[in-house]
């Protein structure tokens, strides 16, 4: 008996196939996106988009189960009436706007040149203006609901982005009938049932256990916002782990399977993520490393913690509440050095080790001791996600000198990155929410030694790594067999389908004594340049807009 999650990612869709009995991964495949990351201009068109433009095709979602699903059956010799389930997990916020029937606006040539059509992905932050205006105006009705989001809401999210095409392009949000998750999305066009994830819903759009935000509020951000609840959304929330519906003979057809499988309601990668590496009791920090990073952490109650992204009641593990937080950018800003700002003298070098440039600057790396560079660094190069919710932020490189190389660069930005995750982890247990330790999945920590070392004594916890490389697939995997009732629960299926590798990573405390030293200074430079007065980040970024004509 088996599954198959599909896990969504920025530029590409995977399907993992698993046998239900033991969590085994029999076959995977991977789609790449045709239109990838549309952050240029449109595909048909040379219109250039406005910065921090990111948008999608939701096209190519669809793609991936014609693609992907069937390669996993073909590869593994698998009948399609073994397969009992599916689900998905997604990029999250991805949002995207339709017709009653479901139809992409952006597939309708009346609103096809408009980029207000397609899917706004999660990392489209275009929006901050009006995430500042939706905080501002929570913050002067004494909103109850700001503070379970770390009292700001992120331009990445739900609201932000569809007030945005309300007040960019007010004739496109008023054709658009729904507006709502891409991971709902791909779920109501497998099944022809249109859901509400409750994680996703809790985390992106400030749903909690009273419903979303109140009418007035909606009408105080603007008049014709005031029912878009009512109108564009639903009130209906689906659980997760329930079945949303099952495979409908169209999606039987993409998919080689039969009609009728159960289909599961959707999931965020990062939260799926957690029962796959058996994080289901609280104080398990699971960390997903990859462009970015997304702190996931259970906890006994709702407590408030600065610049944490969500706390929703049954958000991630039925029973408990589940916290979010995250860093906007880890491997991005790992692959910026690399690809911009390394000299030819170590390509030659790591060619002639037989590396990659990012295994030999990590091996160079490694040979240092703590504070040996002299440097500190802010891990702001796409912004801050937690704790101060602010992407007007940007990189800072401190005690950089003639003999500062590569390497040096290199290590510090992990460094900063690991920084980054402690101030998270401080926040929360500052109210009260323990961190014991750190299970880590994603590409980032399974390749790089050095990192997750530098994590551990960072943060002086052990640091655990996932079992397996398609871990978010692998949780969509476990909650398939939960909708198709294989399981009871989510607990039941990651006892028996979930993975963590032997290797435990411990806290070097010689180490860890050094990097607290460090810590208090790369918490002077946080707290003066994300808290204080001195705003010379965004002054920069507002002169390099207005040079470039960008608005």
């Not at 180490?511 to 808290?531: E, I, S, V």
Request: proline share 5%; net charge negative; glycine share 10%.
């Amino acid at each position: 008996m088996y599954t198959i999650g599909i896990d969504f990612g920025t530029e590409s869709g995977r399907a993992l196939l698993v046998d239900v009995r033991d969590g085994r991964e029999i076959a995977t495949a991977v789609h790449p996106y045709s239109n990838g990351v549309i952050d240029h201009h449109l595909p048909h068109n040379d219109k250039p988009l406005p910065p921090d433009w990111a948008l999608q095709d939701p096209m190519d979602y669809i793609e991936v189960f014609k693609n992907t699903i069937p390669a996993v059956l073909k590869q593994s010799g698998v009948k399609p009436e073994d397969v009992v389930g599916v689900a998905v997990d997604f990029t999250a916020c991805t949002i995207l706007p339709t017709r009653t029937d479901g139809t992409p606006l952006c597939v309708l040539p009346e609103w096809r040149d408009n980029p207000h059509s397609w899917v706004k992905l999660w990392k489209h932050h275009a929006a901050q203006g009006q995430a500042d205006q939706i905080n501002e105006t929570a913050r002067r009705m004494g909103q109850k609901w700001l503070p379970l989001y770390g009292g700001k809401i992120s331009s990445e999210w739900f609201f932000s982005k569809a007030l945005q095409i309300l007040q960019e392009s007010p004739e496109l949000y008023r054709a658009a009938d729904r507006i709502l998750e891409a991971a709902d999305w791909v779920i109501w066009q497998l099944c022809g049932v249109e859901t509400r994830s409750v994680c996703i819903a809790g985390y992106k759009a400030m749903m909690q256990d009273d419903g979303y935000p109140p009418r007035e509020y909606f009408a105080a951000l603007h008049p014709d916002f005031a029912d878009i609840v009512d109108t564009k959304m639903t009130r209906e929330f689906a659980a997760l782990g329930g079945r949303a519906g099952g495979l409908t003979a169209q999606a039987a057809a993409w998919t080689g399977l039969r009609e009728g499988t159960a289909v599961a309601v959707a999931n965020v990668d990062a939260h799926v993520t957690m029962p796959a590496v058996k994080a289901t009791r609280p104080g398990v920090m699971t960390i997903i490393m990859g462009t970015s990073s997304c702190h996931m952490l259970n906890g006994d109650s709702a407590q408030p913690v600065e610049g944490m992204c969500g706390v929703v009641r049954d958000g991630i593990i039925p029973g408990l509440y589940g916290y979010e937080a995250g860093q906007s950018g880890v491997g991005d800003i790992f692959a910026w050095f690399v690809n911009h700002a390394v000299p030819p003298e170590y390509h030659e070098a790591a060619k002639a080790a037989g590396l990659d440039l990012h295994a030999y600057l990590e091996r160079e790396a490694a040979k240092q001791k703590v504070g040996e560079h002299g440097l500190i660094a802010l891990d702001w190069w796409n912004g801050n996600r937690s704790t101060l919710v602010d992407v007007e932020l940007s990189g800072l490189l401190v005690g950089a000198t003639l003999a500062t190389r590569a390497p040096d660069i290199y290590r510090a930005l992990i460094e900063a990155t690991a920084f980054g995750t402690r101030v998270i982890i401080e926040a929360f247990e500052g109210r009260g929410v323990p961190v014991t330790e750190i299970v880590a999945a994603g590409g980032l920590p399974e390749k790089n030694a050095l990192l997750r070392q530098i994590y551990a004594d960072v943060t002086g916890r052990t640091f655990k790594l996932a079992g397996s490389a398609q871990a978010p697939a692998l949780g969509s995997a476990m909650h398939a067999a939960v909708a198709a009732g294989v399981f009871p629960d989510i607990h039941a299926a990651a006892d028996v389908m979930g993975k963590l590798k032997d290797e435990v990573v411990t806290p070097n405390l010689a180490n860890k004594a050094a990097y607290d030293a460090l810590f208090a200074d790369y918490k002077t430079l946080y707290d003066t340049f994300g808290r204080g007065a001195n705003d010379v980040m965004k002054r920069l970024k507002a002169t390099r807009r207005q040079i470039r004509g960008e608005g």
